[in-house]
């Protein structure tokens, strides 16, 4: 099989972190074992027995017997691991059952995406999802000024996130018609006041980007933004990684430094999202080596005439197996609620069983990793994601080659 991507294990990992959220417990009830990489398994499983003994001290019958079997599930599923895997071992277990009436324990077990660097043991209410969490969070984050002589966008662009941090207004550059003496008077008093707006931008730059982004790229119309440099009036330690023009100074001008920057910032999410699903675009717009829709995506996967598979997160359909009760015939149906529990056979009209369901993008994701064809999930956090999502269902692929 295909190794995951970067943007699958997050897609995976964000799922995860989703479906464990979710549930709470009646009571301290609900488990999360932490094991760090490198850490012998055994070291866990004798804790937990120390737990599952001090258990026996619990008051409420109930919770006793939920936290005794959700630590049994857990000791004996680390019994199927000779030693702990390269990035460490995150499992929960617990009474999941919002019926009080009924217990409903359940194990959820995974290797992180990243390297777990703690161990942890926690019984609560909710599970402990904090290191998770953590390394859903994209490391490397980039600053973005635009400005002109009246205006300035500070933001930051962290994975396919922009988030605007501050705007400013600046009446500096207002053009005054005066004469004689008092004309240099006045033009002394505006380049003092550009040189305040110049140093009010910096200091909202020092507030935001000062150990908190790998380094800033400025844009604008015009030369204000050459001449805000030359001042120099921001922090040494913050990175200029390089200077574009562009027609905006707001939300449109930071994208338009984004469109611009792809070389300077080839490694940024945002910018790699951008560039994959332009050259999807472009390749079907050209009728070129790209195909979009459920049908057309999987035949592709299967033919392996399919080179990248590019899948949005946005997509919420479900892929559901029916089989027929009497003739045995098996139909896929794509639906965008919940599948039907039984539908009438196409080919006798008996009774269809329906006996799988799981959401389309892992169907699909599935399929291309065991034809070793590369997947890319596609945030919805960036336009050409949201177009993507929108124009093309969020199913595509680039192909290797088309049949004419």
């Known amino acids: 099989m295909a190794e995951k991507t970067k943007s699958e294990k997050l897609y995976e990992l964000r799922r995860w972190v989703k479906t464990l959220s979710k549930y709470v417990g009646s009571g301290t009830q609900l488990i999360s074992v932490y094991i760090s990489a490198g850490s012998p398994i055994h070291e866990m499983s004798s804790k937990l027995r120390e737990e599952m003994s001090q258990a026996s001290n619990i008051k409420s019958k109930q919770t006793k017997t939920n936290v005794t079997g959700a630590l049994e599930r857990i000791i004996n599923h680390l019994k199927l691991f000779k030693q702990t895997p390269p990035n460490g071992l995150a499992v929960f277990a617990g009474n999941i059952s919002d019926n009080p009436a009924k217990v409903d324990i359940q194990l959820f077990s995974l290797e992180p995406p990243e390297t777990l660097k703690v161990g942890a043991y926690r019984c609560d209410s909710r599970f402990f999802l904090e290191p998770l969490q953590n390394m859903m969070?994209?490391?490397?984050?980039?600053?973005?000024?635009?400005?002109?002589?009246?205006d300035a966008t500070i933001a930051v662009v962290k994975g396919t996130e922009i988030r605007v941090v501050k705007k400013l207004h600046s009446m500096a550059h207002a053009k005054i018609r005066k004469g004689g003496q008092s004309a240099m008077r006045y033009q002394r008093l505006i380049e003092e006041s550009i040189d305040k707006y110049y140093q009010r931008v910096s200091a909202s730059m020092d507030k935001a980007y000062l150990g908190k982004v790998k380094g800033v790229v400025v844009g604008g119309p015009g030369p204000t933004k050459d001449f805000f440099l030359k001042a120099k009036h921001f922090n040494y330690q913050i990175k200029i990684m390089g200077v574009v023009d562009t027609g905006?100074?707001?939300?449109?001008?930071?994208?338009?430094?984004?469109?611009?920057?792809?070389?300077?910032?080839?490694?940024?999410?945002?910018?790699?999202?951008?560039?994959?699903?332009?050259?999807?675009?472009?390749?079907?717009?050209?009728?070129?080596?790209?195909?979009y829709g459920e049908k057309q995506v999987r035949e592709a996967i299967l033919s392996h005439q399919a080179e990248k598979v590019l899948l949005s997160e946005g997509m919420d359909y479900t892929a559901a197996e029916y089989k027929c009760l009497s003739c045995e015939n098996t139909e896929r149906k794509i639906s965008g609620d919940k599948p039907e529990s039984r539908i009438p056979c196409p080919k006798c009209n008996a009774e269809m069983r329906l006996e799988n369901e799981k959401p389309l993008i892992d169907d699909l994701e599935e399929l291309a990793r065991e034809n070793n064809i590369e997947v890319e999930i596609i945030s919805t956090n960036t336009t050409e994601g949201i177009q993507f999502l929108t124009g093309f269902g969020g199913i595509g692929a680039l192909l290797r080659y088309r049949i004419r």
């Open 137 to 150: 969070e994209t490391k490397d984050a980039y600053g973005i000024v635009v400005l002109d002589g009246r």
């Open 248 to 291: 905006y100074t707001d939300e449109y001008g930071v994208r338009e430094v984004l469109e611009k920057s792809d070389k300077i910032l080839a490694e940024q999410e945002a910018v790699k999202e951008k560039t994959l699903v332009d050259k999807f675009i472009k390749e079907v717009v050209s009728n070129g080596l790209a195909t």
